[in-house]
């Protein structure tokens, strides 16, 4: 009954919201959660187009393609497609669009979209491939002067640095 109700009403809510429910699976038909993700996406695009150089927080567009790349990392969306149009937004989503292309030095674990990334075993898998593209001794860096929290100190020392890396 409440599915209904809110499937309804998801013009009310924000990107936060949106995903916090797709997640628990209060949405029948996750078509309705991809539309309005892309129709927030593509507002928030069109207005820093009309307005160069003006930023809101918090920021909707960040905050929406976050949300769609989460619920696609946890496959309740199966198709990354709708989003091309706005890559250049998203490094993460550049990755995930064509991880061939990627210019691995660009990721930052200080970012947890890279984290939630970094997570998933079929892109931790592609990244690692590209380890020699990786800033490695800024990784070591944040780790060594503890500016890393637990969850990075876990993926850099099992997953980026190699033994000899750890221990020189």
Partial sequence: KYSII?????????????????????FKDIKVVKQRLVDIINNEHQSRKEQPGLYKYPDHLQEALNSYIILYLLEKIDDLSMLVPYKEYSSCLEFLLNPDEFDYSSIDIDDYM???????????????????????????????RNCANEEQKKIVYRYILSEDEIFS
């Fill in 114 to 144: 890279w984290l939630n990334i970094l997570k998933q075993k079929e892109y931790r898998d592609i990244i690692i491939q590209h380890r020699d593209q990786l800033v490695i001794e800024e990784l070591k860096l944040a780790v060594e």
């Fill in 6 to 26: 809110i499937s309804e009403n998801i013009a009310l809510l924000d990107e936060r919201e949106i995903l916090l429910l797709a997640i628990d699976n209060v």
